[in-house]
């Protein structure tokens, strides 16, 4: 989620759902919050039953979620930037914005260059990235946070830009903005959303008016924003929104991103992703030969992450244990690289020109619930062998069987256990570690991930050979038990390794070297110290080893505190060489002794010495000693002692700017963290998200390094310069502020500028992928496709379940009376909808809760469909996938399934 | 002395999420009720009977651009959770032949399934076509009140999986309470359309599962003036009473007079 | 704002789940009992013993088949005797129920036991049980919560009463028995027949006909002396006398408007 995660340092919702009951207004937009998260939507109930909060929903259709809110606005699918940028003009422009807010905490007041030139100057392109960045920013070559994004802006800027705080320097971030979203006017909404001019300025003022020390305003989104050639940007402008308003890090405000899967957060921050490693470290790519120059590329001089080398040392040793070394560059070799596009989309098309063997699909159905699900089962056709592991036998496990002759493809079905029958995390959607515990034996072979995976390393371990190629396999860590999830999150939370210590095998006394765990001594001066003591270097020997000869040399690990130990133990050894078995044993003694394997406290512990191994280090903290996801004795405000919200148990983020910059609450109504100033510390309903005894008055020098470079009222710690960003300067594909496109297909001009769609987004067009023209005639209508509370994405999990299937037994169309009488349908019947990649039957569904909309003086009319339908299951429907185009979004490469054209009739 | 307990469902808190009618069929193993597409509104399991204890019903007004459904004037598309009424005179239960369906200590009414014999009196007794006879059972099936979790303790099934509290379980007269005020809140607020449903000047003497809705309760299928079948007691057996001294008399008069004759006129025709 | 005043005109009754056997049932038991009645009747003003007889082996016959059929009709026939576990006055059927039992046992008491008195005296119980087997039905139907029944509470138990009383008389002169007590009996029956059709409104067709051959048919064939034709429209209108009014009662119930606001619509 880089929308958020350059914006304010990092890609999770701000805050948590239990928190939306401390708002006073609370906008829902790209989400049916009701709908599609039901039960973390009673807070939202909660803050209009108790605060007497408005309830805002900004949605095409009127659902589940409008039936709950206190206004309802329905807009063009599509249109979320024109809104969005007006909600912005609107508070510049009446001076809605927090202003003693937004000057300290924001870089509203930060100059820009001279050479940068606006959309507004160039018909909706912005001048090159390079332009992006502060003025007087020496910093070379910013990176772009892609799908890293997903977690930190992690983009690297000047710390102490030069900052105008009248914000009147005409080119200062504010005034920039002014002029970028000048034309962002409520009559363009009226003209292009479709939303009455007076309904919108109504709204606005009802929703800024949530703003101020006394008020917070909440926004929740989901992928009704996120599912948009423009999804990222979108989510911008709302966090832009919010630190106008200064509803950031506030209690009952925030952004509430309202993710998807059950675990979907868990698997971002430890990826399933192609260009991210656990934490949001980068993924190496090909030029990145050596751990240096990986870390010198991404570690910021300011800021959290100029802890970078400590967190990638850290997940090197968890991966390789004692096979990574100072001298191997801790195995960073090891690690795979990235050599182009090997994004979902960008595999799938290869899949569909015949470039892949083979594919494992664990827990996804392919073949309803992605874009272009016709190419896609297309593209299965053209393996040699699938895998899928599921708890039933998908349409994508059983994708052949509409042309079995065709198809030769030899599939292979696993199945899975589901969550109640092993043990393990979520992470859920505000960043809250749950443990779950098994409460069921999986039926018949089903056997649980951890168990398949665990089962699958140590088979291709066995096949490991000598062979360089090998050698990453042949290092990793594997000593797993079956099934221990317990044993896994232990490993993700980390612990200490002591630096090993080489006795040459040469008999004689030779006193091992100890280095005390606090000294931060960089893997460079270590090696000189070495080859200064004539040390002879472990990893000639270890390669050595791997050929087979000679004998291994005992590797021994040393902690502070435990020389006495550590000589006894070297003693023993000295006199069981030869004795290999005498020697391990010693040498675990040793280990132990040394408090070898001891979990950490938290990621504050972490090195860049290899002391320290950490599968995942924003969860490091979640298992010091004992298991704090499984918690259950919840206390406070924010149910702290239930779970675990990573980092360090904030709940909300940010939340040193629900402090005024002298540390003290904007008001007693909305204290969250304050500055204690007897105890030196912060103090408050939740864990502060800032260095706990940095005073409010703390000021950096220049000399300053990481954290310690952040001033005492920089509440964005992930940022260079601490601010929260109104302006990207870096780390963005498409620009440094949003800008409306229209989607990748739509009948509408772009009101705004020459550009019609977003200029960085790929369309992937082709034969098979084939896109409508902007207009098309053909194609005259809206459509857009979402969710119900009935059934679960694909319907793996819904339509086979007869308590869930009766409740929605069949696919149906939302459209509105207007647009049946034109296509001369009546309710129940039967219709035909078609773009330019398929065509599907469902059932009209006729209501006034789909209406159609006035926009650019005409009539359009927006088309509703859910998608959970496919061929199997108890109940059965035309997969509405094969109507969407694959498509990707620049920075996080996501398909436009919110908005696209279709053609609707009735199905004789 | 138990204490008697009840459901107050509140419309205006419902989201329609279906979790309560889930919830119900997963606790007490009822099976699907069919798969067909009714075309109204999100609604496709039509009504209470005896594979769906728990209904939520989806009434649908008119959409104003500007109006959310919680816009006092205007009631766009209101969802609301239905059960067996559990009634203070129950139809159900008083005509039961078998002594099946008795009142439990917690008020409730409920249907010993070792009992019933699938007579179907009580479906054509029940004025509010809650309870009904499962073809491919025999037997009359309908809301327990979750008696079994009631005796452990427990909330029903439907109760405690609503998530957003518009099923309130409790002491029924607590209930009652909590809904008086809940009306005045939102009628202060203008809300002036939302009323309570609970038949207590009928017949039906009250419910133990009561409604907040908003607008004309007939359009969630609350009859106005519901009445048990009882009523008809009296006056039915009088009628019989009557017509069966009327037969006998007409019997035995007819025989006194005429009863002999006839050997005597053997009228061929 | 629209108020529709029904749910998607869904019913808000549940139709009555039973099959034929219980129309059957009604018209046999109605016509066992009212057979009773005449019997005793019979016995008492000294009527020829035949007659007497035949009636009391209508009665009993008539009671043999009740019993299945009811207990066909359950969901779960096996368990028929729990309707003997308790007797519940408010409920007909309970009523009802355990009337067909005593009735049952006396009427075969009125045909098997050994001597004459104790016949008689079991005879007297069958009709006086009898009595009631002619016109619980009607309160069975009446007291329920389908409008088109309860609407009629007072007046279906005089109806199936006179209807039961017709099919008696009728099953009679068809066993030949040309007795003039039967006959005004006959006249008697049609006539109130006649009326009650002459004054029910709203009615189905199939009550129409139903109508017609329980009065007008049969009270013509009476003038005219056409016993046996009038005998024969009588039974046929007889049962389906019972058909149509629980068709009826099906067809009440489906539509939400009366249940819902108490009025057609
Ligand atoms: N019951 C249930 N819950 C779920 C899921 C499920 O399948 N079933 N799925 C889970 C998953 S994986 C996810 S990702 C989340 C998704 O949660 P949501 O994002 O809430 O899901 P959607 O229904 O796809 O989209 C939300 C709303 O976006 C609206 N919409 C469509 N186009 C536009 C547009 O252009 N602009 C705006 N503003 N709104 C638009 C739709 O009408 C819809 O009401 O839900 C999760 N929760
Ligand atoms: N048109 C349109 N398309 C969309 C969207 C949209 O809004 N509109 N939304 C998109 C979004 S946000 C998402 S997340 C995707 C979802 O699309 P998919 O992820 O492809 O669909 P799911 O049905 O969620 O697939 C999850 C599968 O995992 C299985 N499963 C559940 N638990 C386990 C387990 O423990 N182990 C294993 N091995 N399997 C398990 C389930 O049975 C199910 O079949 O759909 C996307 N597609
Ligand atoms: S399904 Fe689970 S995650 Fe989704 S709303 Fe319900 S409880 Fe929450
Ligand atoms: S609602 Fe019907 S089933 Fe429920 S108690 Fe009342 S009469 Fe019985
Ligand atoms: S069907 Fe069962 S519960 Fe209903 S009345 Fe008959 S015996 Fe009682
Ligand atoms: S009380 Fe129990 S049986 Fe009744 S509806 Fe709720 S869950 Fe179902
Ligand atoms: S669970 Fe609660 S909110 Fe959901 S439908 Fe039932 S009553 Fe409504
Ligand atoms: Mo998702």
Redesign the interface.
Known sequence: MPGLGTTLGRGGATTAQQDLANADAILIMGSSM??NH??G??WV?EA?EKNGAK???VDPR?T???????????LRAGSDLIFLGAMIRYVLEEERYFREYVVPYTNASVILREDFVDTEDLGGIFSPAETWKYAGDDESGAFDSGHRGEGQGTARTTAYPERDNTLQHPRCVFQVMRRHFARYTPELVEQSCG??RE?FL??ANVFTSASGPEKTGAICYAVGWTQHSTGVQTIRAAAILQLLLGNIGRPGGGIMALRGHASIQGSTDIPTLYDVLPGYLPMPTSNERDLASYIDKHRAQKGWWYNLDKYIVSLLKAYYGDAATRENDFGFEWLPRLTGDHSYFGYWLDMADGKLDGLVVMGQNPAVGSPNAKLERAALGKLKWLVVRDLVETETALFWEDAPDEIDTEVFFFPAASHVEKDGTFTNTQRLLQWREKAVNPPGEARSELQFMVALGRRLKAMATDAPRDAALRALTWEYADEDAEEVLKEIHGWRVSPPVILSEAKGPLPPRVIPRDSAESPADEQSRRASAGDPSPSSRLRMTEEGAPPPPVILSVSEGSQNATAVAAETLHSAQGDGDATAVAAETLRSAQGDGAPLRHFGDLKNDGTTACGCWIYSGVFDGENKANARAPHGRYAHGWGYAWPLDRRILYNRASARPDGQPWSERKALVWWDEAKREWVGHDVADFTRGKAPDYKPTSDHGGDEAIAGDAPFIMHPDGLGWLWVPSGLKDGPLPAHYEPLESNIRNPLYAQQSNPAANRMERPDNPYASSPDARFPYVLTTYR???HHTAGGMSRTL?????????L?AEISPELASEAGVS??EMVRITTARGSIRA?A?V???M?SLDVDGERIHQVGLPYHWGGRG??TGDVVNDLLAISEEPNVKIFESKGLTCNLTRDM | MNRITGFFTDAT?C?????C??AC??WNEV???????S?N??D??GALGHSTWRHVKFV?G??S???????PELM????SSDVCKHCENAGCLESCPTGSIIRTEFGGVYIQPDICNGCGYCVVNCPFGVVDRRPTDGRAFKCTFCYDRQKEGDTPACAKAC???SILFGDLEQLEKVADARIEKLHAAGMTDANIWNPKETSVGGTHAFFLVRGDAAQYNLPAKPEVPLTALKPAWNAAAAAAGVIFGAAVLGFAFAGRSGRKWKIEN | MTTPATYYNQPLLKPPVWTWEVPVYFFVGGAAGAASVLGVAAQFSGADEELVRDARWIALIGAAVSGPLLISDLGRPERFLNMLRVFKPQSPMSVGVWTLAVFGGATAGAVLLPYKPLRSISAVAAGATGLVMATYTGVLLGVTAIPLWKEHAHFLPVHFGASALGSAVSLLELRGHRNGALRSLGFAAATFESAADFALEQKTPMLKIAGALSGPVPFLFRLFGKRKAAAAATLLGSLLTRIAWIEAGKASAADPHVALHGSGA
């Open positions: 009701a709908e039901p039960v939507f009673q109930i209009r309830i805002i929903h009127f589940r979620t409008s039936a709950m809110s206190d206004y309802w606005l329905p939303i009455p309904k109504e709204i119900l509370t009935e007869s308590h869930l299937a009766e409740l929605q037994p069949e149906f309710n129940g059932r569904l209501t006034t809760r209406p108890l109940v | 808190l989201i329609g999420c279906k979790a009618e889930v069929k997963e099976p699907a009720d069919g798969y067909e597409f075309g509104s999100y496709n399991t649908e008119e959409t651009i500007g109006a959310g459904g919680m816009m766009s598309w209101a969802f998530p957003t509290g």
